[in-house]
């Protein structure tokens, strides 16, 4: 029986990709039974009907999936956030960060748009590099309107099967366009003409870049905290993570708690105190369940 990734769900029909073949399958009646629908990005067994159409049989256990958009699999998301229009902001960044660290993702940093940027701005935004690299993340700052760069930030797909998030307006659309090999569309420009919102794709596609695949669809757009309990919040936080076994305390939550190595190494400015801050507002808002913005 053949196996293979489904690499396009449309209409009812889930495409599963096998080396350099693709076969249009539908899903079996069992899965409705058992309650599982397949996702893009399972890997699945399938019987072959007539030429490339099937059924697919089985669904290999997943490592992780995500709602919107509904995809499984996902081994890395890259947040878009943009140097300016819309401003760069720590919070956003950190709150994005927390929800992929929560899903067991690797995240990547991309900053767009550093063609706006003035010499201070600029230094600005390497100095927020620093900070991000230091805490192990792996960050980019380019401009999409650069070819060279796209070029460079292609590397970061090779061997994943990647997710981009952020907020409206950052570049994600212009990046996935970019990426993508056949396209020549300018979503942003297009979608302002037709005075209609950007994401009105009603497919989801994997499509091949570099070695590996890129969601086709932005993802991560509920920035909520439901899913996360305040215990598991420092472990989102790799720089508290790796010092959570030095506070006096078994589960120290870094807030009041005496002898703190996280608060000792805010205070020594071993970890950026907007980061410390974020987690505070974070946890609060997690312990009251009450949005912030
Ligand atoms: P999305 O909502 O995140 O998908 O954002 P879009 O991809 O639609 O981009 C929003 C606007 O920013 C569009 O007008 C793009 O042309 C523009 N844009 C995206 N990336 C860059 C960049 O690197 N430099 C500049 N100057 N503009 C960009
Ligand atoms: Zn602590």
């Known amino acids: 029986m053949p196996e293979g990734?489904?690499?396009k769900a449309l209409s009812g029909f889930y495409y599963v990709q096998v080396m350099d073949d693709i076969y249009q399958c539908k899903g079996r009646g069992v899965f409705r039974k058992r309650n599982i629908t397949?996702?893009?990005g399972d890997f699945v067994s399938f019987d072959v009907r007539e030429g490339n159409e099937g059924y697919i049989t089985e669904i290999e256990p997943r490592t992780n999936e995500l709602i919107r958009p509904p995809i499984a699999n996902i081994t890395q998301a890259i947040i878009v956030s943009s140097a300016v229009m819309p401003d760069f902001s720590t919070t956003l960044l950190d709150r994005?960060?927390?929800?992929?660290?929560?899903?067991g993702i690797e995240p990547v940093i991309f900053i767009t748009k550093t063609d706006l940027l003035t010499d201070e701005q600029q230094h600005e935004m390497i100095k927020y590099q620093k900070d991000y690299e230091a805490i192990g993340y792996r960050i980019e700052l380019f401009s999409a309107k650069e070819p060279t760069d796209i070029e460079r930030i292609k590397r970061y797909m090779n061997?994943?099967?990647t997710v981009i998030a952020g907020q409206s307006g950052v570049g994600k659309s212009t990046l996935i366009n970019s990426l993508r090999p056949e396209s020549t569309l300018k979503t942003g420009d297009i979608s302002k003409s037709l005075g209609r919102g950007k994401?009105?794709?009603?497919?989801v596609e994997l499509f091949?870049?570099?070695?590996g695949l890129v969601a086709d669809t932005p993802g991560f757009s509920a920035l909520d905290f439901e899913e996360i309990e305040a215990e598991e919040l420092s472990a989102c936080f790799p720089e508290l993570r790796e010092r959570q076994d030095l506070c006096k305390f078994r589960g120290c939550l870094h807030d009041k708690e005496p002898k703190c190595a996280?608060?000792?190494?805010?205070?020594k400015e071993e970890i950026p105190s907007y980061r410390y801050e974020h987690y505070l507002n974070f946890l609060e808002e997690i312990q009251t369940r009450k949005p912030r913005y």
């Not at 994005?96 to 899903?103: M, N």
């Not at 994401?199 to 497919?203: E, F, G, L, S, Y």
């Open 262 to 267: 996280v608060k000792e190494s805010v205070e």
């Open 96 to 103: 994005f960060l927390v929800l992929i660290e929560a899903k």
């Open 38 to 40: 397949p996702l893009v």
């Open 199 to 203: 994401h009105t794709t009603r497919h």
């Open 159 to 161: 061997d994943h099967v």
């Open 208 to 211: 091949e870049i570099n070695n």
């Open 5 to 7: 990734r489904i690499v």
